[in-house]
């Protein structure tokens, strides 16, 4: 029999195979407010509890069909989540001491008093709230610690390290993995797997019944499972570790399936609540967000890359003299930036403005700069054009706006007497101060229309002599260093080669 329901109200189930009993905790809890239903032995209480929603269950140990103690062993291998009290005579307190070891919350003598029950139940709810509670901000406080760590990162990587590592450690599994399924072949693959540092890391890894997974996953079937349950999810498990529980959640992006979050523990004492595979699935939705997001930034890098590259070529296909020199003028410039320990991002901006630093002269009709003969003064007051004509082309594009200084100005001297703004000194910005020096260092050492390619000792010679005239002497001096360095490590490199061809068995004559 069911009494008043109230939606806040702690559900309690009393089995019991005595009426009287039944009825008493029945009338008495009820007027305590709680939520009571009684069935007469364990087969109907195990019945009453798959329905789910209850808090608590006060058990007679001596029932028909099933008793207490193996009512408690039901509740355990389901997992059911609520606190078992056992009702006990004199006779038997020895039983009810070993249902407590396992896992039974209290237990109470027959014949009993109605308020200590009343108070075991209070007892045992409030610590069941408690408990509840601390679990809930527990797993919110890792949500949001995961989603903190995921928005500081677009590196693929790095996300599936910290969705991982966040889901062993608060999944209390043995085992964490996460796996992507391959845009090409459409393979699951194990991108990340963790196991808590008991667990042996050997070669062998379980191979996972994917049809079995997916087959849940498509009819909305939660993949949450222990004992002989859990096996049908694995094809081939290393020796020794049979999974005794196995929750696996989808990751989706754009209503598709991109991969799978799964946990295994070995331990059979060891339980996954519905809780946690809840809490897991959020995991997943935010590591699905995240994978998506880093995989969209990376195809856009991938395209802004092709794009600018496809710039740099164009504007080179129309001058034969200056081939290569794009791609050259950012090797050095990168040398620079590496040489001024510049940040990563500064970095990619600095070698970004150097492939694209001469974009202007798509502008300007070439073919009758590329001449023998130097340059009349209207020529030349065409060429110079360039570097405006550079940021005209590159404003509008959002992506590239950032370089916009850089090219601008790459043809600014320290003193202030290049163009277009006669820029002095610091004012120059920094990133045309490089360029200045590796473009210039590459005009000087290639061949142009108008005179064959100087010796790099020369050109050395040159950009130290204009150092605090033309260049920045501080970026003159990184390069030189960091050209020394590279002229070295060329020199051994093409030593170890020799030594190499040396060693070879010299042919046998014959
Ligand atoms: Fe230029
Ligand atoms: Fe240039």
Do not use: W
């Not at 039983?95 to 896992?103: D, R």
């Not at 403005?353 to 023998?372: Q, R, T």
């Not at 590159?394 to 601008?408: H, S």
């Amino acid at each position: 029999m069911e009494y008043s329901f109230h939606e806040e109200s702690h559900r309690v189930l009393v089995v019991d195979d005595e009426k009287v009993i039944r009825e008493i905790l029945s009338d008495f809890l009820s007027m305590e407010g709680y939520v009571v239903r009684t069935v007469e032995d364990g087969v109907e209480a195990l019945e009453a509890l798959a329905e789910g929603g209850y808090n608590l269950v006060i058990t007679d140990l001596k029932m028909p069909r099933m008793g207490g103690l193996e009512l408690l062993e039901e509740i355990n291998k389901h997992a059911f989540n609520v606190l078992t009290v056992i009702m006990t005579g004199f006779g038997t307190v020895e039983t009810a001491i070993e249902a407590m070891k396992k896992g039974a919350y209290d237990y109470i003598l027959k014949p009993f008093k109605v308020e200590e029950v009343i108070h075991i139940v209070q007892r045992g709810l409030e610590k069941q709230r408690l408990q509840q509670e601390n679990i809930q901000l527990k797993e919110s406080l890792s949500i949001y610690r995961m989603s903190e760590a995921l928005n500081k990162t677009l590196s693929i990587d790095k996300i599936l390290e910290v969705i991982v590592s966040t889901t062993l450690k608060e999944s209390g599994a043995d085992v964490a993995a996460l796996l992507l399924q391959d845009k090409n072949n459409k393979q699951f693959e194990v991108m990340t797997r963790r196991a808590k540092d008991t667990q042996p890391e050997g070669p062998d890894q379980e191979v996972l019944n994917l049809v079995e997974i997916l087959e849940h996953y498509r009819s909305d079937r939660p993949v949450i499972y222990h004992g002989n349950r859990a096996n049908r999810f694995f094809i081939k498990v290393p020796a020794g570790q049979k999974p005794a529980g196995f929750v696996s959640v989808p990751l989706k992006a754009r209503m598709e399936i991109i991969g799978m979050l799964n946990v295994y523990s070995y331990t059979k004492s060891f339980k996954f609540s519905e809780g946690q595979r809840k809490t897991l699935s959020i995991l997943a939705d935010r590591a699905s967000s995240a994978i998506d997001n880093a995989r969209l930034h990376e195809n856009l890098q991938r395209t802004l890359q092709q794009t600018i590259q496809g710039f740099a070529r164009a504007m080179e296909a129309k001058d034969p003299y200056t081939r290569g020199h794009s791609d050259r003028v950012t090797l050095y410039a990168a040398m620079i930036s590496k040489g001024l320990g510049l940040e990563p991002k500064h970095h990619e901006r600095v070698c970004t403005a150097a492939l694209m630093h001469d974009v202007g002269k798509i502008g300007i009709p070439l073919d009758a700069l590329n001449k023998p003969q130097k340059l009349t003064r209207e020529e030349y007051e065409i060429f110079k054009e360039h570097p405006d004509k550079g940021r005209r082309i590159l404003e509008p594009i959002e992506f590239l706006r950032d370089i916009v200084p850089a090219v601008y100005h790459h043809h600014e001297q320290y003193d202030g007497s290049g163009y277009p703004l006669g820029l002095k000194g610091e004012d120059i910005p920094l990133d045309a101060r490089i360029l200045a020096v590796a473009d210039t260092y590459d005009a000087m050492t290639s061949d142009r229309a108008y005179r064959k390619a100087l010796s790099h000792e020369i050109a050395i010679a040159e950009l130290r002599r204009c150092a605090n005239t033309q260049f920045d002497p501080r970026i003159v001096g990184v390069f030189i260093l960091e050209m020394e360095k590279e002229l070295e490590n060329r020199a051994l490199a093409e030593q170890q080669e020799n030594e190499v061809e040396e060693k070879k068995p010299a042919e046998s004559p014959t």
